[in-house]
């Protein structure tokens, strides 16, 4: 008989995401009515920049025509659109990559997954508490870890808890760690991390031959100066660390999937013999195997972002996002509740009001305002009594659910 992979059975609940669908479902189906406001998933609401879909439609045509038909494309990305984000979103921030470091792909969510496949399950892991679900997961989903305790955490992960007493940005593990994984602008806390934080760890992971997993999704959304986009910026980066980019959120490709992932030459790790390797081949291996690239209509819109009308267009549609952020902030703020995150991302993080417990809170809100959030448990233990909104929807929508929520714990 075929047997399965029984780390997924020491999953502990389904995925978040989901779950919260299904409890959202439950309840619309109860009370068909009620005007459910989503702020839970992080997903885009606006369409595209009307130059990234025209790219996107003309990408299409020349599929239909002979001499401009295309095929499989490379595995690694067309060049044209890994030169374009090279000289746009790299070079800007005083990073120089080569071409053969960028590999475009179809999203981060699966490439943060797939990068486990180029190491040994020996490895340690540091994950942040709370967390991106991902990480986490994969790592479980691999064989990575042992079972989980009665808080949720799993033997094997070294967890680093982010809690307002360390302002939501964690201290170095005190054992030794071999992956690192670091998302600023954070999921789900909505905090950034200055250069003097990111420093500290690249110089942990160059001091102790760690490669840190860099997740910055969210860089779009930064609007505070001095605040790094890229891990690259800080020194010696490069030589340890990956980077995870991605169009979903910056440009609105959740339904589109376009992202990239940053392999620099130099980061390397060890065989069992102790003899280093660099990632980039191995990775480069991985894709080419198991990955047949992005499609190239989306690549053609993915570049088109970096037009002066798509890019100027693009951002317009960030600042929109971010004055949404701003509402709820200082809106649920001005109510009394203490908020996180929400100026250099587009989540807001809160406290939930009465010390209630993060699924309570989930629950009494979808009931009496009909609003539906992510508990922060649900991003690991460090999240109880904290919740997530998310700023990605419609402004009559963000403003009715900031009074809703102002109405009812509104001091
Ligand atoms: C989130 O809500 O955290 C994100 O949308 C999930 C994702 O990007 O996969």
Redesign the pocket.
Known sequence: MARINDNYLKLKAGYL?PEIGRRVKEFTNANPDAQVIRLG???VTRPLAPAVLKALHDGVDDLGRGDTFHGYGPEQGYEWLIDTIIDKSYKPLGVDLQKSEVFISDGS?CDCANILDIFDLSNKVAICDPV?P?YNDTNVMVGRTGEADDKGYYEGIVYLPCTEENNFTPDLPSEKVDIIYLCYPN??TGTVASREELKKWVDYARANDAVIFYDA?YEAFITEDDIPHSIYEIEGAKECAIEFRSF?KTAGFTGVRCALTVVPEAVTATTAKGEKVALNKLWNRRQCTKFNGVSYPVQRAAQAVYSDEGWKQTREIIDYYMENARIIREGLSAAGITCYGGVNSPYIWLKTPEGMSSWDFFDKLLKECHVVG?PGSGFGPSGEGYFRL?AFGDRENIETAVSRIKEKWGK
Do not use: E, H, L, R
């Open positions: 995401f998933i992080g997903d969510k991106y991902v999921n789900p999704a979903s992510t998310s």
